[in-house]
């Protein structure tokens, strides 16, 4: 008899999730069935749900989605060996293939045969996900379940913040979303001089603030120059952080920046837009896109970090029962809260 469990799943091609029972994964090899304990809803998960027309060419229909989770190992595949069941994992989202020259050169964030759990892949929004063993990250026991269901956020965070080296430097970042706001705290955790964050809402500067008080929160609307003048910077910023997807975002970053600046961009914009080349080679500016995580510097350097003093916690604003995830995705699509988590 097939094992049934709950699980979010994208059943029909219209906005949505439902709550169904749904079969147990059934695990191969190489694979590790986790039970899943937290989950951090993401704005690719909203997406999903608002089924957008990104998401509508993504996301095959049936799917269950959720890519942000937390758990214990429940089953091991046959060839695991260096896994235990019973132990706290969360794991890397990104199943890579193992072909491409990226993927052999052991440059695994790289491989362009990249799938997505709960995009591609039956994904973490359910009682019970399958992940590649490969992907699996155990947990230390200073990062909780809690902590640890929003870690794939964290490391898009991380890799973002440790692209350019910011001991000492100024450091501005636009968006202050859940992404924007722990990079904030990763930056200054890393020895960054100033860190500024930009947003048009003032409840997630807020919420910058509350995470990390020692960050300068500045909305849209005022003289980001003066701001900078008044830390006692005479040339601008070192480094950038696009954070939010909004194309006035990068020409802000642009204008604000040093000679020599260096921009890492995680946000996505929506489509194609305008922006000033001429100024960014006048200004001899790097802008370098981020995807992800690194596999598995990222996972290390996020874990080492909440080891050792790094707080994100006030970032996490609500929490909720799964079965309540209606309530959850209305809240979230509404705007202003932090990360919300669903308890399975
Ligand atoms: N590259 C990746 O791997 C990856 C992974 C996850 C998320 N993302 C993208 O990263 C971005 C941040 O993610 P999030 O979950 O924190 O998003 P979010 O939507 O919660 O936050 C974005 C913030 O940017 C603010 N904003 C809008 N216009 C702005 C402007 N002109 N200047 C400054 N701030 C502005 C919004 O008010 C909002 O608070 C999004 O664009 C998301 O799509 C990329
Ligand atoms: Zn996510």
């Known amino acids: 008899m097939t094992r049934t469990m709950k699980a979010l799943v994208k059943a029909k091609s219209e906005p949505g999730l439902w709550m169904q029972d749904v079969p147990v994964p059934q695990i191969g090899p190489d ?10 809803i993401c704005g690719t998960d909203l997406h999903i749900y608002k089924w957008d027309q990104w998401a509508q060419g993504a996301v095959p229909v049936p799917m269950t989605v959720g890519h942000e989770y937390s758990g214990t190992i429940a089953e091991l595949g046959t060839n695991v060996t260096h896994l235990k069941v019973g132990q706290r994992v969360s794991g890397e989202g990104h199943v890579i293939g193992f072909k491409s020259r990226a993927s052999r050169a052991g440059r695994f964030h790289l491989d362009p045969e990249t799938k997505g759990v709960g995009v591609n892949l ?8 399958k992940i590649p063993a490969f992907n699996i990250v155990p947990l230390p026991d200073a990062v909780d379940d809690e902590l640890a269901a929003i870690l794939d956020p964290l490391g898009n965070a991380v890799h973002t913040a440790l692209a350019f080296d910011l001991v000492g430097e100024d450091v501005l970042i636009t968006g202050a979303g859940p992404i924007g706001i722990m990079s904030a705290a990763v930056a200054k ?3 960054a001089r100033h860190v500024v964050i930009t947003d048009p809402n003032d409840h997630r500067l807020e919420l910058a603030r509350k995470t990390e008080p020692s960050v300068v929160t500045v909305n849209t609307s005022e003289d980001l120059r003066a701001v900078a003048e008044s830390l006692g910077m005479k040339e601008g910023f070192d480094v950038g952080f696009e954070m939010s997807g909004a194309p006035a975002a990068m020409a802000t970053l642009t204008d604000q920046l040093v000679m020599g600046g260096k921009i890492a961009m995680l946000g996505l914009p929506a489509k194609p837009f305008e922006y000033d ?3 960014m080679v006048l200004k001899m500016i790097t802008i370098k896109g981020i995807y992800g995580r690194e596999m598995f510097e990222t996972w290390h ?11 994100i916690r006030p970032v996490i604003t609500n ?3 799964a079965r309540d995830f209606d309530t959850a995705f209305k809240s979230a699509i509404q ?10």
């Open 31 to 40: 694979d590790v069935l986790v039970k899943v304990a937290k989950t951090g």
């Open 122 to 129: 039956p994904g973490a929004f359910a009682e019970y996900v």
């Open 319 to 321: 929490r909720f029962a």
């Open 189 to 191: 955790h890393v020895g």
């Open 335 to 344: 705007g202003g809260a932090g990360k919300i988590v669903l308890e399975w």
């Open 277 to 279: 080349f001429a100024k």
């Open 301 to 311: 350097k996020m874990l080492a970090m909440l080891q050792s003093g790094l707080d």
